[in-house]
């Protein structure tokens, strides 16, 4: 099965994207991981997107979509993956088809975690680091233990998780990823799935727009 997962940053789409990558025994494939995988490598496209990393700037998309295809031409992607993170604008979910199509491949359903701006910000500002290990809890739904995380660890909120920075990070994905829902609704993709409640509840929820027992 392939699947592109979508949702506003915050959704909890990457935690989704793990569960049903494991539920189906497909690559869960982030942007992320993309990039760090070619960089690892040191493919000459991984080379590339370092230089752009390093000093802070957006990957090209003629980049990126070149990394995608190799990370999507490997062998464990053959029988399927869920795309987490990618496309994020119409014109890469163009060339994500293109790349498809020369495969004789189509995506089989694209998921919309939905997710109120308010509660976005509100989950954000609950987030704490340990600044000794780098784990993350949450004040409402993982609460780190009574003692503290870690010897000497302290707990801190990160500085890009204030109410105006999420908030910014919401306006740029309503700009340019919200896009994409009108493109894959047209193509009848499109599976919304309301992104409130608990981990099991949301995976539930995303087993049953993908089809149950039948789909999976």
């Known amino acids: 099965m392939r699947v592109v997962m979508m ?4 959704a909890g789409k990457g935690t989704q994207s793990a569960r049903l ?20 490598a040191g493919t000459p496209l991984g080379i590339t997107a370092k230089g752009y990393m390093d000093t802070g700037r957006l990957v090209p998309d003629e980049v990126t979509l070149g990394i995608a295809r190799e990370r999507l031409g490997a062998p464990d992607a053959r029988e399927g993956f869920i795309l987490d993170g990618f496309p994020r604008t ?10 498809l199509a020369a495969r004789e491949q189509a995506l089989n359903a694209v998921v919309l975690v939905e997710v109120a701006d308010d509660e976005l910000v509100r989950r954000a500002l609950g987030r704490v680091v340990c600044g000794e ?6 004040t409402e739904f993982n609460p780190p233990p009574s003692g503290g995380c870690c010897s000497g660890g302290v707990l ?5 998780d204030s109410a105006e920075t999420v908030r910014a ?3 740029t994905y309503r700009a340019q990823t919200e896009p994409l829902r009108e493109y894959y609704s047209q193509r009848d993709l499109l ?8 981990p099991d509840e949301v995976f539930q929820r995303i087993e049953d727009a993908l089809g149950g027992g039948n789909g999976l």
């Open 156 to 160: 801190v909120h990160r500085a890009d």
């Open 90 to 99: 119409v014109p890469q979910a163009v060339e994500l088809d293109d790349i």
């Open 133 to 138: 290990c780098g784990k993350v809890y949450h």
């Open 169 to 171: 990070r919401l306006a």
């Open 21 to 40: 990558a494991h539920r189906l025994g497909v690559p869960h494939v982030s942007t992320g991981d993309m990039f760090r995988a070619a960089v690892a």
């Open 191 to 198: 599976r919304v799935v309301d992104g409130v409640g608990s």
């Open 7 to 10: 949702g506003p940053p915050g």
